[in-house]
């Protein structure tokens, strides 16, 4: 953990995607039978799990290895470690017992690739959002007895959103255990993926960001931060563009509420971007772009903002140079690289 690389850094990537044999072959039957009821999933999987084309064959060929393949990846670009967790949409196409199932047999199989490669890896818990008391036991079996440092969850689960009280266990949970929860995207819900779908907008371009900005702002605005101040929420891909929305939503939020437009909206004891501020910590996953940076380091706050490279899927190692170069200082950028992450997943 004390190793120093030459540039006065380490250089942990906070958002690196895994996925298992099992899950994998899980996927390949749904694309199979064609009658999982997730456009999102049909589209993003029946590419990277089916197109012939070299994108998606280097894609699943590296997001499914755990050993020289990925470690010589790491030391090409100089990532010391990754932080890792269960591909989108992870166990969340399942019924409850199936998820369950496959989400304990991941996080082991997690924990004994982390075994292997202890300075290397680490990793958050996947779970079943559709089985909320199995899962607050599996993250924190995944913290207690698997040594990971956190939990994961890809956004909706089934058009399924956790501003619902059936997903409190789940929060508790974390906020007992006092580890993050990071809410990484899933393709849009199918309820509004349609519109995406007929120009490939659904995925990663900016489906991922609506739908995982849409389900950060039904947690905020449902109250759940009142009921559970001390949760810590990771977002990726710079906070999927909410930091840019902070001004306005708290001018319109506080004017649904005074003129008491919706049951769903009832007052909150801070400001919507107060809990952003003060409960959320967030990674630069496949947004390696200097403007957008440092808009969020400025209005977040230095010690909220990690690196992250979001691997398989933007493996590039121009964007690690150029956050190198980022106009920090000395200490910052080693924030920014390494004592953030640390400090937030206790690494
Ligand atoms: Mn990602």
């Known amino acids: ?10 250089r942990i990537a906070t958002e690196e995607g895994w996925i298992t044999k099992e899950l994998m072959d899980r996927y390949q039957a749904l694309l199979e039978r064609g009658d999982h ?5 049909q589209s993003l999987w029946g590419f990277f799990g089916r197109s012939p084309s070299q994108r998606a064959r280097d894609l699943l060929e590296r997001i499914q290895d755990m050993d020289a393949r990925r470690i010589a990846d790491m030391d090409a670009t100089g990532i010391d ?3 890792l967790m269960l591909t989108s949409p992870g166990v969340q196409m399942f019924q409850p017992d199936e998820a369950v199932a496959l989400a304990a047999s991941s996080n082991d199989q997690l924990a004994e690739t982390i075994a292997r490669y202890p300075t290397r890896f680490s990793g958050l818990a996947a779970f079943a959002p559709n089985a ?10 995944g913290v207690k007895k698997l040594g990971l440092k956190g939990a994961l969850v890809n956004s ?6 956790m501003d619902d009280a059936f997903y409190w266990p789940i929060f508790e949970a974390c906020e007992a255990l006092d580890v993050p929860l990071y809410i990484h995207p899933n393709t849009p819900s199918p309820q509004m993926v349609e519109p995406f779908l007929s120009r490939c907008l659904d995925a990663a371009i900016y489906g991922f ?3 995982t900005g849409l389900h950060v702002m039904r947690l905020i605005v449902s109250g759940l931060f009142d009921r559970y101040p001390r949760l810590k929420i990771v977002l990726g891909h710079l906070g999927e563009g909410l930091p840019f929305w902070l001004s306005r ?5 506080a004017g649904i509420v005074r003129a008491g437009r919706s049951p769903g909206a ?16 967030y990674t630069t996953s496949g947004m390696a772009w200097e403007p957008a940076i440092t808009f969020v380091q400025q209005q977040m706050g230095f010690d909220r903002v990690m690196y992250a490279m979001d691997y398989p899927y933007q493996y590039v190692a121009e964007e690690v140079q150029a956050m190198d170069a980022l106009p920090l200082t000395p200490e910052q950028k080693k924030m920014f690289f390494q004592t953030n992450a640390e400090r937030i997943f206790r690494l």
Not at 37 to 41: C, K, L, N, V
Not at 249 to 253: A, E, I, R, V
């Open 37 to 41: 009821g997730d456009p999102g999933f």
């Open 81 to 83: 470690m990754q932080l």
């Open 249 to 253: 939503m708290d001018f319109m939020h």
């Open 156 to 161: 909706h689960t089934q058009g399924k959103y």
């Open 132 to 141: 909320p008391e199995a899962a607050a036991q599996e993250i924190e079996r």
């Open 1 to 10: 953990m004390d190793k120093i690389s030459p540039q006065g850094y380490r």
């Open 209 to 211: 960001a609506a739908e």
């Open 266 to 281: 009832l007052p909150l004891q801070r400001k919507p971007s107060d809990y952003l501020r003060e409960n959320f910590y």
